[in-house]
């Protein structure tokens, strides 16, 4: 079934560790996203990508990078994790030509103690 | 600065009446606006999109409406039903194509039976 997948569904981090977020998408959508999404606040965007190869940085990017190795990967990691990362974690991506929607995918809730 | 408004309170209304939910903006010129529905634990799956040049879109018992010069948009849903109960969410893409969407918070949608 085309769309987004993510892993881990939810995972509990030390403060500190290092943790990476995947997210794979099959649709061959040149733009992917990474939102953090927090009671009250909305979803924020963290870093996205147009295409393999660039990245870019978003709302809240601190503490947080991103690499497009290719089309179909666009991995989180948090280098160092702290409890403010608590959150749930959505990959979204877009076809990038013209007007077109995005996909999300089903989310990482991620708590960091 | 740039705000995307939706109301933070939700919405309760009986089954068989018309949702209507409200998206205002201030300090953007966007290109289209998408709708999106948001069920809890889920990723934000694409409802509609209306582009600035339309006065209206419509999709089964969906209707949606984008006024530039009020700065809004209104989500409408007809013969509501329980199974509609969802947080919606607002999205606007600025004229550039730079494939960033801005979200707003969302508006809670409960209906009652």
């Known amino acids: 079934i085309a769309g987004i997948t993510q892993a881990p569904t939810s995972q509990i981090l030390a403060a500190g560790r290092r943790m990476t977020l995947r997210c794979t998408q099959d649709?061959?959508?040149?733009?992917m996203y990474w939102y953090r999404q927090d009671l009250g606040l909305g979803l924020r965007l963290i870093h996205y990508?147009?295409?393999?190869?660039?990245?870019g940085k978003g709302e809240v990017p601190d503490g947080y990078s991103v690499s497009r190795a290719n089309t179909d990967d666009f991995p989180l990691t948090l280098a160092s994790a702290v409890p403010s990362q608590t959150s749930v974690y959505f990959c979204?991506?877009?076809?990038?030509?013209?007007?077109?929607?995005?996909?999300f995918g089903p989310g990482t809730r991620l708590t960091v103690l | 600065s740039q705000k995307i408004e939706q109301n933070s309170e939700a919405l309760n209304i009986q089954e068989g009446k018309t949702a209507t939910l409200t998206c205002n903006y201030t300090n953007y010129s966007p290109a289209y606006l998408q709708w999106y529905r948001q069920d809890p634990g889920r990723g934000p799956v694409f409802l509609l999109l209306i582009r600035e040049n339309e006065k209206e879109k419509r999709k089964e018992r969906l209707k949606v409406t984008f006024d530039t010069t009020l700065k809004q948009s209104l989500f409408h849903i007809t013969a509501s039903q329980p199974a509609d109960s969802a947080t919606y969410l607002c999205?606007?893409?600025?004229?550039?194509?730079?494939?960033?969407?801005?979200f707003g918070r969302g508006t809670s949608l409960i209906v009652h039976p």
């Open positions: 990508s147009n295409t393999a190869g660039t990245t």
């Open positions: 999205a606007l893409d600025e004229a550039g194509g730079s494939y960033i969407p801005t």
């Open positions: 979204a991506s877009r076809s990038g030509s013209g007007t077109d929607t995005q996909y």
């Open positions: 649709m061959r959508h040149n733009a």
